[in-house]
């Protein structure tokens, strides 16, 4: 497929070191793609669903240690440690790469390597990236198939260039003990062995289009993000584009997909990405951002026709759902999905299930893979080469208490500021305790490919390299009052927010002063049909000094670690709002 001298030597090199028994080049056409299906059908590391029901979707289990990304065991091997920096676990890039050579030797004996070209990004984009991923899973190859544009287009792009992505991965055991996901930066290489899950082997998506794109991203002068991508259009037709950062779980996939509540029937959500966006200047002065996916590994337990109908229409086609319930009619059932829960089915573990049985019947973290032009709302502008421009960029977490609905920033650096110092209860997204609060500067700090002080010194940076920036906004969906109920409804209604925002980027909307930034004046959002009273509208705008300046503590903890490496700017902000909650 290709007479580039450098894929051929170190596919050669990989061979000779994982040992398969043959190599299959993946093209992209859909009958190779079939075949693929079909082999592992017969092994069942795939399982068909209902083909009337659900055309083309087909259902993987993972094995029971292996469903969701481990981040204590995700590397960024740096020549120094200072390089990856205090929230990365790092290793000598020489001592991992000895220490994987001896599990990755002969890992794939008895397999097939499959050989999968992808590009992240348009085809024909300047800012698209090539990447290779060889695995011995054809659950990768055909989940790459979805999330990212593969095949011979590829490399006919990439050319004799050498700047591709080198991802190697091998299931092997699938042996929790021997897992490990490794970038190295410096050499655009990412291993991966013992897991089959999603963002441990997917290798496009956090390890590429994250941690190795944030490290070449700070090279490059521009920005690689965990941030969803919307445009909202006004009912003049009028669309505005938005880039959201909230960490795994915590709603980017839903607010990418929003569907407008009835009082504001004539806006409407055009969903660009639901995942990453990479940001880069535009000749025009502003920030414009693409989408480097093709797909959405999206979570499944919550969505519904209520929640989010445009997902689950995406997902009614080809589409591959991991560890969701299986229930006799050969279709698919997760806790909170509509209607009445099935009588009977087989559980993501594979055990004979019953709403009885006490245990949940889709993993927490069971997940859809679906192709993103399926989406009813697809942006008609989600493939153009240049992106979309931004004219608001969104922080928000999940927290119980502290953080108002929605705040403003006073300006950039404040803003990087805001983000810097995101807060957010973990989620099933990651292996772990669920529901502790801890910082998230970004909803990048699993993501983030090298030194995260130097990071915000590239967000600041940036900052004064844009002549046009965006806003930056902060908000949160998941305030709880005292029983631990969600205060605000969520989901389509967002957009009363998202309005107010696209307002005060447009200078049309009133904000009152507070020590943490601007928040809406009482009646800015629009409450109309909402069984929300003032009261509850106050208690979600409420910004409490006390808890303030003891998050403030906690801020000031989290930042200590990163020694003098942190930007004098940050440690400015930090004082500066310490003294607006203190006077
Ligand atoms: P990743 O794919 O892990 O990066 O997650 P994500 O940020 O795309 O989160 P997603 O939209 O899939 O939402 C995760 C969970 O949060 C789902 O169970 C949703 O139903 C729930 N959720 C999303 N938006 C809201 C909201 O506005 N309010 C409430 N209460 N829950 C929400
Ligand atoms: C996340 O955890 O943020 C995801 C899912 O989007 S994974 O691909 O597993 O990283
Ligand atoms: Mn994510």
Redesign the pocket.
Known sequence: MTSNKVVLQWLDEMVALTKPDKVVWIDGSEEQLNELRKEALATGELIELNQDKLPGCYLHRAAENDV??VEDRTFICTPTREEAGPTNNWMDPTEMYDKLTKLFDGSMKGRTMYVIPFLMGPLGSPFSKVGIELTDSIYVVLNMAIMTRVGKAVMDQLGDSEDFVKGLHSKKDIDPENRYIVHFPQDNTIWSINSG????V?LS??CFALRIASYQGKKEGWMAE?MLILGLENPQGEVKYIAAAF???CG?TNLAMLIPPEELKGYKVWTVGD??AWLRIGEDGRLWAINPEAGF???APGTSSKTNPNALATIQKNTIFTNVLLTPEGTVWWEGLDGEPPREGIDWRGNPWTPESGVKGAHP?S?FTAPARQCPCISPHWEDPQGVPISAIIFGGRRAKTAPLVYEAFNWQHGVFVGATMASET?A??AGAVGVVRRDPM?MI??CGYNMADYFRHWLEMGRKIPNPPKIFHVNWFRTDENGKFIWPGFGDNLRVLNWIIERCEGKADAVETPIGYLPVPDAINIEGLDIGEDTMKELLKVDKKVWLEDVSAQKEFFKQFGDRLPQEIIDELKALEKRLSE
């Open positions: 969701a990304r899950y999603g963002g441990n997917l998506k956090k965990h960490p795994s779980a980017k995942d990453i590994f999206g979570v973290n997940r989620t997204a990651a909803a699993p993501f």
